[in-house]
């Protein structure tokens, strides 16, 4: 099991920019891949980005690309979502999770959840 813990949510006004961490403990070298979720009040839990947790690749849902930037660091310890010029459809409680399959977009691909951070973007 992958324990995660996400940190650096807030309140922010449109166009600022945030960075999202996740640090990560426990069995990481099972973790195939790592991503980013969100959940807005109402809605379905949306995938925002991914990352291969060795190999490095990324992948972005299209509301995020150009915009956000998921990375790791070299310990493989800890998930980062840097998100620029964010604006309100972006609040939401972003989840940090971890998959040892396939899984890329689908939440229950994903085998590990972090407890969430909340991000407010006003206008």
């Known amino acids: 099991q992958v324990r995660l813990v996400e940190s650096g949510g807030g309140l922010v006004q449109a166009g600022d920019s945030l960075r999202l961490s996740c640090a990560a403990s426990?069995?990481?070298?099972?973790?195939?891949?790592m991503g980013w979720f969100r959940q807005a009040p109402g809605k379905e839990r949306e995938w925002v980005a991914a990352?291969?947790?060795?190999?490095?690749?990324?992948y972005y849902a299209d509301s995020v690309k150009g915009r956000f930037t998921i990375s790791r660091d070299n310990a493989k310890t800890t998930l980062y979502l840097q998100m620029n010029n964010l604006n309100p459809s972006d609040t939401a409680v972003y989840y940090c999770?971890?998959?040892?399959?396939?899984?890329?977009?689908?939440?229950?691909?994903?085998?590990?959840w972090g407890q969430g951070t909340q991000v407010t973007v006003s206008s």
């Open positions: 990352l291969i947790w060795v190999g490095l690749t990324t």
């Open positions: 426990g069995r990481t070298d099972t973790v195939y891949r």
């Open positions: 999770a971890a998959t040892r399959s396939g899984g890329i977009v689908t939440p229950t691909r994903y085998d590990d």
